[in-house]
């Protein structure tokens, strides 16, 4: 027989050896076919559990793989939600700045009107009426600032 018989023709060689086997074939041409079939048994099986080992290697790679895209995905959403209150926190930023800068508009024009008056009017204006428009003008700027004062 050869040495260099593959798997399937080792086979289908020990199912015809044992077709044609009768009490006269030699025990050493049984042997013979009986330790390469043992050897290729042997190699087979080594084979398979190197394939297992392989295949057990790779499905733990797969879940730790999976585990790192699902912390992943979780980050990705964190940061997506921190993202949507950021930009909340930014529209409420923007208008709050519009808010205040037409208060500084308004407080200016307050400023502006009061110092017209006592240079147009001098001493004509009273000081009361001077004083009320400062306090009104102070009063209306600090509401839209949100800012306390001691006397409140």
Known sequence: ?????????LIAVGHELAKAMTSDTPIIEIAKMMSRLAERLDC???ALRETAKQRDALARAW???????IQ???RIESLENTNTGLGKALGAAQKRIVELE????KL???AAAIHNTIRLDGAQT???VILNAAKRAHDESTAVACISTKEE
């Not at 037409?102 to 508009?105: E, R, T, W």
């Open 72 to 74: 992943q995905a979780d």
């Open 126 to 128: 009273s000081l009361a």
């Open 44 to 46: 087979t099986t080594a």
């Open 63 to 69: 879940d730790a793989q999976d585990d790192h895209i």
């Open 102 to 105: 037409n208060s500084h508009i």
């Open 1 to 9: 027989m050869s040495e260099s018989l593959n798997n399937k023709e």
């Open 108 to 110: 200016r024009e307050s």
